[in-house]
């Protein structure tokens, strides 16, 4: 019995520490690449010096910030299928005036909590204006009415933030709906000061989850 009561001690010391936690285990990703083929490339290279007035030669970026997004796209395949092309497919009007190169994202978390890595962490991709030079963009399959973000979504992206912030030097994490409060500062790039979208990816209600798990990693406050 005495050990019985030592084991259940033990288990609430390591409970409270966060060792059984299902955030602080390190998530599983699958590598599920889209294509970057030399046409995208040039694409984003070009996205980097005519909107960041950067003079790139090569699609790298230093992480310094990690965006979440919400696809709006109900299924894990048709997220995927709206980021495989290298160029903006004509639909998208709202953001033409932007250049060619297509949107898409580092990596995407399906609805059952599933982490696919799209692009290596270090290369452009487009998701999040005057930001993409030094952002990780994450995308959450769903974020429709009848597909809000789930439980699962929430505990894949805790980890993967925390998996991120391990190895590359992250000041920020932010909802995509709050990327227009860091015009004015250092990191914003864009020199077109009328592109602009509204956005309310992934959701406050989300990003309050999010934000509460890693309290403890100490994010720089999203400028006021």
Known sequence: MRSFQVFKVLC????????FGCSS???VIVERPITFGPDRESLTISYLNTRYDLSATSPAITPRMIVL????????EGSLEAFQPERLPSARGDIQGGGALNVSAHYLID????????LPDTIMARHTIGLNHCAIGIENVGGTADTPLTAEQEEANTRLVR???KTYPIEYLIGHYEYTAFE???LW???DNGYRTTKTDPGEAF???IRENLKDLSFKPVPE
């Open 12 to 19: 609430v010391v390591l409970l409270t520490a966060g060792i």
């Open 25 to 27: 285990v390190k998530p």
């Open 69 to 76: 997004h919400w696809t709006a796209i109900p299924t894990l």
């Open 111 to 118: 609805r059952d909590g599933t982490i696919y890595h799209l």
């Open 163 to 165: 998996a991120l912030v």
């Open 184 to 186: 004015g500062h250092p």
């Open 189 to 191: 790039l864009e020199k």
């Open 207 to 209: 990003m309050r989850k």
